[in-house]
């Protein structure tokens, strides 16, 4: 059974670094890439970035809000995905959830974790 | 960018109904589609990608069509469970974008 699981969300100031895992069980993690999506209080679903894997180089892709301030990075050696968070901003409060891009010639996102929540606030 | 325009933005109906979501791109992403559905209180859950194909483990009274710009998710015979917020995301380029959502309520 495929299962991710988000950890490390939690309450950080304006300005402030925060990292955000996410476990990987239940397939072959180092076979796709994966995602962060993050969902605002009460809004809609926003993508946040992508990471390839090893054999694309494990490049990234972001979206533009958080470009130049958060990273994607992987361990593959222990199936776990993260999301580097740097100068937080009140707008960055949200649930991020991670999620498994489906191998093979379509990318949507197959699997999703339950999401850990950032909140970012003085 | 591509934008991503779902209507309605809510929607009632009753237990048995069947309803249409309709998603608009800005620009032709061919068939580089997915439908979402989440429940309150939990994650996103793939319906449909490809426009039309149906993920593994989805009952068929999900379906999708479209291609190009125009897109549309129907689901008949509306149980409880099926009451949620429904997702259209685009995937045919950076950065990927997502539709704002419709919530589908109980009449």
């Known amino acids: 059974e495929v299962q991710l699981v988000e950890s490390g969300g939690g309450l950080v100031q304006p300005g402030g670094s925060l990292r955000v895992s996410c476990e990987a069980s239940?397939?072959?993690?180092?076979?796709?890439?994966m995602d962060w999506v993050r969902q605002a209080p009460g809004k809609g679903l926003e993508w946040v970035g992508r990471?390839?894997?090893?054999?694309?180089?494990?490049?990234?892709e972001y979206a533009a809000s958080v470009r130049g301030r958060f990273t994607i990075s992987r361990d593959d050696s222990k199936n776990s995905l993260f999301l580097h968070m740097n100068s937080l901003k009140i707008d960055d409060t949200a649930v991020y959830f991670c999620?498994?891009?489906?191998?093979?010639?379509?990318?949507?996102?197959?699997?999703w974790g339950q999401g850990t929540l950032v909140t970012v606030s003085s | 960018d591509i934008q991503m325009t779902q209507s309605p933005s809510s929607l009632s109906a009753s237990v048995g109904d069947r309803v249409t979501i309709t998603c608009r791109a800005s620009q032709d992403i061919n068939t580089r589609l997915a439908w979402y559905q989440q429940r309150p209180g939990r994650a996103p859950k793939a319906l449909i990608y490809a426009a039309s194909t149906l993920e593994s483990g989805i009952p068929s009274k999900f379906s999708g069509s479209g291609s190009g710009t125009d897109f549309t998710l129907t689901i008949t015979g509306l149980q409880p469970e099926d009451f949620a917020t429904y997702y259209c995301q685009q995937y045919k380029s950076y950065p990927i974008t997502i539709g704002q959502g419709t919530r589908l309520e109980i009449k």
């Open positions: 999620a498994r891009v489906q191998s093979g010639s379509d990318f949507h996102l197959d699997y």
């Open positions: 239940g397939f072959i993690f180092s076979d796709h890439y």
């Open positions: 990471i390839r894997k090893k054999a694309n180089s494990y490049t990234t």
